[in-house]
Protein backbone atom coordinates (compact mmCIF):
# COMPACT_ATOMS: atom_id res chain seq x y z
CA UNK A 1 0.00 0.00 0.00
CA UNK A 2 1.16 3.17 -1.20
CA UNK A 3 -0.82 6.33 0.18
CA UNK A 4 -0.05 9.55 -1.74
CA UNK A 5 0.02 12.56 -0.15
CA UNK A 6 -2.64 15.46 -1.92
CA UNK A 7 -4.38 12.71 -3.85
CA UNK A 8 -6.84 9.97 -3.38
CA UNK A 9 -5.02 6.84 -1.30
CA UNK A 10 -4.27 4.89 -4.17
CA UNK A 11 -3.22 1.14 -4.16
CA UNK A 12 0.36 0.44 -5.94
CA UNK A 13 0.24 -2.85 -7.52
CA UNK A 14 3.39 -4.51 -6.93
CA UNK A 15 4.34 -7.29 -9.54
CA UNK A 16 5.69 -10.81 -8.41
CA UNK A 17 7.34 -12.29 -11.28
CA UNK A 18 10.73 -13.42 -11.84
CA UNK A 19 12.66 -13.40 -15.33
CA UNK A 20 12.73 -16.50 -16.62
CA UNK A 21 16.65 -17.61 -16.54
CA UNK A 22 18.78 -15.86 -18.97
CA UNK A 23 16.09 -13.48 -20.47
CA UNK A 24 17.32 -10.46 -21.70
CA UNK A 25 16.66 -7.12 -19.66
CA UNK A 26 14.81 -5.46 -22.39
CA UNK A 27 12.30 -8.41 -22.97
CA UNK A 28 12.01 -8.86 -19.48
CA UNK A 29 11.34 -4.94 -19.47
CA UNK A 30 8.44 -5.48 -22.00
CA UNK A 31 6.77 -8.74 -20.32
CA UNK A 32 7.12 -6.64 -17.11
CA UNK A 33 5.41 -4.22 -18.47
CA UNK A 34 2.28 -5.94 -20.39
CA UNK A 35 2.07 -8.43 -16.50
CA UNK A 36 1.71 -5.19 -14.53
CA UNK A 37 -0.85 -3.50 -16.89
CA UNK A 38 -2.54 -7.41 -16.84
CA UNK A 39 -2.25 -7.82 -12.92
CA UNK A 40 -3.01 -4.08 -12.26
CA UNK A 41 -6.32 -4.32 -13.58
CA UNK A 42 -6.37 -1.02 -15.35
CA UNK A 43 -7.16 -2.59 -18.86
CA UNK A 44 -10.41 -4.22 -17.41
CA UNK A 45 -9.04 -7.65 -16.46
CA UNK A 46 -6.88 -8.98 -14.27
CA UNK A 47 -4.12 -12.01 -14.87
CA UNK A 48 -1.33 -12.97 -13.18
CA UNK A 49 1.87 -14.15 -14.91
CA UNK A 50 1.60 -17.35 -14.11
CA UNK A 51 -1.94 -16.83 -16.04
CA UNK A 52 -0.66 -16.08 -19.12
CA UNK A 53 2.29 -18.93 -19.00
CA UNK A 54 -0.21 -21.63 -18.70
CA UNK A 55 -2.39 -20.03 -21.22
CA UNK A 56 -0.08 -19.77 -23.98
CA UNK A 57 0.65 -23.04 -23.83
CA UNK A 58 -2.79 -23.96 -23.54
CA UNK A 59 -3.31 -22.46 -26.83
CA UNK A 60 -0.33 -24.13 -28.30
CA UNK A 61 1.03 -20.30 -28.80
CA UNK A 62 -1.12 -19.38 -31.22
CA UNK A 63 -4.04 -16.96 -31.37
CA UNK A 64 -7.26 -19.37 -30.22
CA UNK A 65 -9.20 -17.86 -33.54
CA UNK A 66 -7.32 -17.87 -36.00
CA UNK A 67 -4.48 -20.30 -35.23
CA UNK A 68 -2.33 -18.55 -37.39
CA UNK A 69 -0.83 -15.67 -35.19
CA UNK A 70 2.19 -17.06 -33.37
CA UNK A 71 2.39 -15.26 -29.87
CA UNK A 72 5.91 -14.66 -28.68
CA UNK A 73 7.07 -17.34 -26.02
CA UNK A 74 6.78 -15.92 -22.30
CA UNK A 75 9.82 -18.14 -21.46
CA UNK A 76 11.63 -17.58 -24.46
CA UNK A 77 14.66 -15.50 -23.41
CA UNK A 78 15.26 -13.43 -26.85
CA UNK A 79 11.41 -12.83 -27.05
CA UNK A 80 11.45 -14.07 -30.46
CA UNK A 81 8.20 -14.40 -32.41
CA UNK A 82 5.86 -12.15 -34.40
CA UNK A 83 3.91 -10.56 -31.88
CA UNK A 84 2.71 -10.81 -28.06
CA UNK A 85 -0.57 -12.08 -27.81
CA UNK A 86 -3.10 -10.24 -26.11
CA UNK A 87 -5.76 -11.15 -23.33
CA UNK A 88 -9.11 -10.87 -24.57
CA UNK A 89 -11.90 -10.32 -21.54
CA UNK A 90 -15.32 -9.79 -21.39
CA UNK A 91 -16.48 -5.96 -21.20
CA UNK A 92 -19.26 -6.78 -19.03
CA UNK A 93 -17.97 -8.75 -16.08
CA UNK A 94 -14.10 -8.53 -16.86
CA UNK A 95 -13.42 -11.53 -17.31
CA UNK A 96 -10.62 -13.22 -19.18
CA UNK A 97 -11.48 -15.39 -22.09
CA UNK A 98 -8.33 -16.36 -24.31
CA UNK A 99 -5.49 -14.80 -25.94
CA UNK A 100 -6.06 -13.38 -29.60
CA UNK A 101 -3.65 -11.85 -31.77
CA UNK A 102 -3.48 -8.27 -31.33
CA UNK A 103 -1.37 -6.51 -34.34
CA UNK A 104 -3.42 -4.27 -36.93
CA UNK A 105 -6.89 -3.36 -37.69
CA UNK A 106 -8.43 -6.84 -38.77
CA UNK A 107 -6.40 -8.57 -35.44
CA UNK A 108 -9.04 -11.46 -33.97
CA UNK A 109 -8.92 -9.24 -30.84
CA UNK A 110 -10.29 -6.27 -32.73
CA UNK A 111 -12.88 -8.38 -34.74
CA UNK A 112 -14.29 -9.98 -31.18
CA UNK A 113 -14.76 -6.30 -30.29
CA UNK A 114 -16.32 -5.80 -33.32
CA UNK A 115 -19.07 -8.06 -32.64
CA UNK A 116 -18.87 -6.71 -28.91
CA UNK A 117 -20.61 -9.34 -26.12
CA UNK A 118 -22.83 -10.14 -28.54
CA UNK A 119 -22.58 -13.90 -29.24
CA UNK A 120 -25.81 -14.33 -31.75
CA UNK A 121 -23.97 -11.97 -34.07
CA UNK A 122 -21.15 -14.72 -34.19
CA UNK A 123 -23.60 -17.55 -34.64
CA UNK A 124 -25.20 -16.02 -37.41
CA UNK A 125 -21.62 -15.14 -39.21
CA UNK A 126 -20.99 -19.41 -38.75
CA UNK A 127 -24.28 -19.91 -40.42
CA UNK A 128 -23.42 -16.94 -43.08
CA UNK A 129 -20.63 -19.50 -44.02
CA UNK A 130 -21.95 -22.82 -43.99
CA UNK A 131 -25.48 -21.95 -45.20
CA UNK A 132 -25.03 -18.82 -47.30
CA UNK A 133 -28.72 -16.86 -46.87
CA UNK A 134 -28.31 -16.88 -51.10
CA UNK A 135 -28.21 -20.31 -51.63
CA UNK A 136 -30.94 -21.05 -49.12
CA UNK A 137 -32.91 -18.26 -51.03
CA UNK A 138 -32.04 -20.50 -54.54
CA UNK A 139 -32.77 -23.79 -53.02
CA UNK A 140 -36.51 -22.33 -52.17
CA UNK A 141 -36.85 -20.72 -55.39
CA UNK A 142 -36.39 -24.26 -56.95
CA UNK A 143 -38.92 -25.93 -54.21
CA UNK A 144 -41.41 -23.82 -56.36
CA UNK A 145 -40.18 -24.46 -59.68
CA UNK A 146 -41.70 -27.69 -61.33
CA UNK A 147 -39.56 -30.03 -60.07
CA UNK A 148 -40.72 -34.11 -59.46
CA UNK A 149 -41.74 -34.12 -55.81
CA UNK A 150 -39.32 -36.27 -54.76
CA UNK A 151 -36.64 -33.74 -55.43
CA UNK A 152 -38.85 -31.15 -53.98
CA UNK A 153 -38.76 -33.70 -50.89
CA UNK A 154 -35.23 -33.71 -50.43
CA UNK A 155 -34.61 -29.84 -51.37
CA UNK A 156 -37.22 -29.15 -48.16
CA UNK A 157 -35.63 -31.27 -45.87
CA UNK A 158 -32.19 -30.02 -46.90
CA UNK A 159 -33.86 -26.65 -46.79
CA UNK A 160 -35.90 -26.56 -43.63
CA UNK A 161 -33.43 -29.25 -41.75
CA UNK A 162 -36.62 -31.45 -40.65
CA UNK A 163 -35.89 -35.41 -40.96
CA UNK A 164 -37.22 -36.75 -44.23
CA UNK A 165 -39.80 -39.01 -42.66
CA UNK A 166 -41.88 -35.61 -41.56
CA UNK A 167 -41.19 -33.69 -45.06
CA UNK A 168 -42.72 -36.75 -46.15
CA UNK A 169 -45.63 -36.76 -43.96
CA UNK A 170 -46.21 -33.30 -44.80
CA UNK A 171 -46.60 -34.19 -48.35
CA UNK A 172 -48.87 -36.92 -48.13
CA UNK A 173 -50.89 -34.97 -45.49
CA UNK A 174 -51.15 -32.14 -48.21
CA UNK A 175 -51.58 -34.51 -51.20
CA UNK A 176 -55.57 -35.01 -49.53
CA UNK A 177 -56.70 -31.62 -50.96
CA UNK A 178 -53.78 -30.51 -53.37
CA UNK A 179 -52.37 -31.25 -56.59
CA UNK A 180 -49.96 -34.20 -56.22
CA UNK A 181 -46.66 -32.23 -57.18
CA UNK A 182 -46.89 -29.62 -54.03
CA UNK A 183 -45.12 -30.13 -51.29
CA UNK A 184 -47.30 -28.63 -48.43
CA UNK A 185 -45.48 -27.00 -45.68
CA UNK A 186 -47.61 -26.42 -41.87
CA UNK A 187 -46.94 -23.20 -40.05
CA UNK A 188 -44.52 -24.64 -38.30
CA UNK A 189 -42.39 -24.63 -41.68
CA UNK A 190 -41.80 -21.37 -41.21
CA UNK A 191 -38.88 -20.41 -44.14
CA UNK A 192 -36.22 -18.44 -42.08
CA UNK A 193 -33.16 -17.03 -43.84
CA UNK A 194 -30.85 -15.26 -41.31
CA UNK A 195 -33.66 -14.00 -39.08
CA UNK A 196 -35.65 -13.02 -41.63
CA UNK A 197 -39.22 -14.52 -43.11
CA UNK A 198 -38.93 -15.35 -46.64
CA UNK A 199 -42.15 -17.74 -46.35
CA UNK A 200 -43.91 -14.81 -48.78
CA UNK A 201 -41.39 -15.00 -51.52
CA UNK A 202 -42.18 -19.02 -51.81
CA UNK A 203 -45.72 -18.72 -51.16
CA UNK A 204 -45.70 -15.41 -54.54
CA UNK A 205 -43.88 -18.32 -56.57
CA UNK A 206 -47.18 -20.56 -56.47
CA UNK A 207 -45.14 -23.80 -56.36
CA UNK A 208 -44.98 -24.59 -51.93
CA UNK A 209 -48.89 -24.21 -50.69
CA UNK A 210 -48.88 -23.81 -46.87
CA UNK A 211 -51.58 -24.87 -43.93
CA UNK A 212 -53.20 -21.94 -42.08
ZN1 LIG B 1 -5.92 -14.39 -34.47
Redesign the pocket.
Known amino acids: MNVRSGGPAKTKVELDWTPPAGMTAQVAASWRAFYLKAISGSAGYTATPEMYVIMYKAQLGR ?1 F ?2 Q ?2 KGINPEDPKGKGPQRLGWDHNHATGAVRGL ?2 TLGQW ?2 NRIVGRYKDNPEAWRRGVRYHESPPALVLAQVQRLASDLPVEERIRIATAVLGVERETMEARVRQGRRGAPSSFVVLDEASRLEIGGVDVTPYVDKAKGVRFES
Open positions: CICKALCSC
